[in-house]
Structure formats: C-alpha cells, structure tokens
C-alpha cells in the first residue's frame, strides 16, 4: 500500500491559467468559483456555447451560487470553445456529452490538460476515470492516451456524479474483503440535471423513477475505477489498492512531492475492470443539491459487523499525502445517527468534498446495507476535477506546467 505516514506539499512556482468549458452553466459556474479562490490556478477563458461567445458573463448567464455574483467576473466576455480562442494548460470540462465529444479532443490536440466531467470519454480504454483518492495510478494510462491519439495534451475524466458517491464505501469493502454483488438505488438532487433542470410541475412533491442513461453509468464505471491497470506483455500490474507498487512497475521514482510517481511508459496500459456485478435503480426527487444511494453489498470475505464498520470509518484516502488544496479532511466519515446522512444536514461539508455514510445494518438478502451521501455539483462534479488537476500536479503528471 501506498505509504501514507508521510506528508508533503506541492504547489506551482506560479499560479497557472486555466479555460472552463461550459462555464455558464450549473457545473460551470461551480468551477468557476472554486477556480477564482484557487490558490493554484486562476481563470484565463470562460467558454461557453455560440450562444454566450462574445457576450458579458454576467449577460451569458444567471448566477445560481452564493458568493460574489459572478466570482467577480461578470464583464468577463465570454469565449468560444476553440483552443485558438480560450487556450490554457489545464482545461476544466463542464460541457454536455455531445459538445465534449467533439471539443476536449480539440484542446487535448492543441496541448491541454483537459479535466472534464462529461460522459464523453469516462469508458474510453486509455482515459483515466478517476478518484483521486482511489486510483491515482490510473494516471498511468495517460501514456498510452497520448501515444495513440498523438496528442502532446490528454484528457482525464471524473466519474458521474452518482457513481462518486458509490465507488468510496465500495472501494473501502473491495480493496479489505472483496466485493461480489451490490444493489444500489439512487435518490438524485435536481441540480444533477443542468439548469433549468426538471420542470417545478414534475419534481413537487413527486418522485421521478427514470433518469435517462443514468443506470448503465451507475452500474459499470465503479467498476472501471476500483479495476487494475495492466501494462501489456504482463510486465506491470497493479489494482486500485496498490498503487504504489504500480507506480514503481511504471518505472517511476519519485514525485514532486518525494512519494512513487506514475511516469510515461511506451507500453500500452489498459484497466481490467473490478468483478462485481452492480445492479442500479435510479430515481430524480425534490432535493436541490446532494444525491443520496441506498447501497447493499454481497463481500466476497465474511466479516463481523465491527470489521466492516471500521472498514468503512478508518479509510485512509490516497490523497493523504499530497495536502491537495481541495482535498476535504474528511473524504468519507460513518455517522452512528440514526438519522444520518441528511441532504439537507450533511451534503455542504468539508466544501461539498465529503462523502457520508451511515445506517449501517446487516442486510438479510446480500451481507450488509447502508447509505451514502455526496454533493452531485461539488464532488460530482467541479470539486472532483479541481482535484484530479491537483493530484495530477502533485504527481508529476502534468510536465512543465506550474514551474
Ligand atoms: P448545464 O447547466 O446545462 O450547462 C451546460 C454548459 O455547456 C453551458 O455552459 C452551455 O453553454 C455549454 N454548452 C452546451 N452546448 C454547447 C456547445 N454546443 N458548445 C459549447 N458549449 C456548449 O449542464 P451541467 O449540469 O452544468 O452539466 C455539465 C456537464 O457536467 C454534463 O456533461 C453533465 O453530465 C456533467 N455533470 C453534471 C453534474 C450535475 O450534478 N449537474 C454532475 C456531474 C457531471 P450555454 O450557456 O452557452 O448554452
């Protein structure tokens, strides 16, 4: 296992200048605040659509967030989504599936590190789908990205916004006990489906029992993260619980930071996804922000109720290390309330980047059962990208940059 005893920080000679793509919208709007109160990064473009290039932020868009309006920047002119026009070395992705598709290969071409949240890529072989607190050596793929689409950039993605919130109790259960079965169901915030969103006529005092491509996402990217990167030639292999060992088979050192490091490797990496089956149902509710998932799992391991719980509350994330900026101090705490988690209560700590799990009972069908909470926008989303960049920093991913 990675040694996590040791602390360090990292951080750029120089603040660097990043682009967020679909910066008018909710996710956008997130990035953007985080992004103006970085104390790594600053925002060079806000790029939108053809229908916001060239108009004032703050005439492009609502503000939906607390804070100051606009982060500050409402006479900002809005961008067009092209690297000719908005290029940064860090790119921060809040576009639509179909837009990315065809816009973040465009900036990874020109030579930027593209973060992004969209489905576009999330299942492609040699793109990372990342927690960073999971499988950083996934990085590890970047290599073979770059050598077979013969980009100079990349682009790394982060996982679906329900999916974050399901693959951190898992990852605790596999990488300790191993997982076999897990039955989810989804209680998913409004704010999960862009703005304007699902009408007020739909979502009052109703409950939605079909979000549309939500379930497949749900029921095999937790796979993709907790699998096992494989050089070819089966010269290096390494799961999610090892990244350490993998980063040193990947011909790594040291990082910035003094820990092993995923370094460039001409072999081409792929992920052998975790065996597990998932089984999703996924439902819209009236909650503005923070999806809530009733999880139960079948362990492949028996263990006692005590052994899972402290499974579940002594998790020691792969960030722990790094002292990333956005990183929470908790990224998955187990509440014994009753009660708890709470959309309401619960969903705003520790930034949004917290992950809260309660209700831990046994389950007379598979093992044990529980639920999970997480903030669909933060760490679905905006947060979860800001960190994959700063892990990516922290690592060594990102050569040049920031020195
Ligand atoms: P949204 O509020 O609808 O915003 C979409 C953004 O994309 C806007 O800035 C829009 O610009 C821009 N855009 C749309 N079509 C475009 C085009 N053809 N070219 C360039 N820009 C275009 O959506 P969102 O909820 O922020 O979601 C953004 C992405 O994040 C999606 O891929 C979504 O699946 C993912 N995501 C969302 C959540 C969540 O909880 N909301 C969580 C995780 C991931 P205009 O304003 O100019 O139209």
Redesign the pocket.
């Known amino acids: 296992m990675m040694n996590v005893t040791t602390t360090a920080t990292y951080s750029p000679k120089k603040k660097i200048p990043v682009t967020i ?8 709007q997130r990035f953007l605040r985080r992004i103006a109160d970085h104390p790594w990064f600053y925002p060079a473009f806000l790029a ?2 053809d ?2 290039a060239g108009k004032r932020y703050a005439d ?2 609502q503000w939906h967030l607390g804070g100051t309006p606009y982060a500050g920047l409402s006479d900002t002119i809005v961008a067009p ?1 092209t690297p000719e026009a908005a290029f940064a070395p860090i790119v921060f992705s ?4 179909g ?2 598709r065809e ?1 973040e290969p465009l900036f990874a071409a020109a030579g930027s590190y593209v973060f992004s ?3 576009a890529f999330r299942m492609d072989e040699d793109v990372p789908l990342l927690i960073p607190e999971l499988n950083p050596e996934h990085f590890g793929l970047l290599s073979s990205q770059k050598a077979a689409r013969g980009w100079p950039g990349a682009i790394v993605t982060n996982p ?2 329900t999916t974050v919130v399901l693959a951190a109790p898992l990852a605790a259960l596999e990488f300790r006990f191993g997982l076999r079965a897990v039955m989810v169901t989804s209680m998913q915030a409004i ?5 304007p969103g699902v009408s007020a006529l739909d979502i009052v005092g109703n409950v939605v029992p079909f979000i549309r491509n939500e379930e497949p996402k749900v029921e095999s990217e937790s796979n993709k993260i907790l699998g096992t990167i494989s050089v070819r030639e089966g010269v290096a292999q390494g799961s999610a619980a090892d990244s350490q060992g993998t980063a040193q088979k990947h011909g790594a050192a040291q990082d910035r930071a003094g820990h092993s490091k995923v370094v460039s490797n001409t072999e081409p990496a792929s992920i052998i996804p975790a065996s597990f089956v998932v089984s999703a149902t996924c439902t819209r509710v009236p909650v503005i922000d923070g999806h809530t998932l009733s999880i139960s799992v079948k362990l492949k391991t028996p263990a006692t109720f005590e052994e899972v719980a402290d499974t579940l509350r002594n998790f020691v994330p792969k960030t722990a290390p790094y002292k990333l900026p956005s990183a929470p101090e908790h990224f998955m705490l187990l509440s014994d309330a009753e009660d708890r988690p709470q959309a309401r209560k619960d969903v705003e700590e520790d930034g949004g980047m917290r992950i809260t799990v309660g209700r831990l009972r046994t389950c007379k069908i598979l093992d044990y059962k529980f639920i999970s909470l997480g903030h ?2 933060e760490r ?2 905006a947060g979860a990208s800001v960190l994959n960049a700063e892990m990516a920093l922290a690592m060594g991913v990102i050569p040049g940059v920031g020195e």
């Open positions: 793509l679909g910066a008018t919208g909710v996710v956008g939108a659509s229908r916001s492009a868009c989504c809040a576009l639509d599936a837009p990315a816009i949240n969209a489905s679906n916004c704010s999960g489906a862009g703005y669909n926008t679905g989303a």
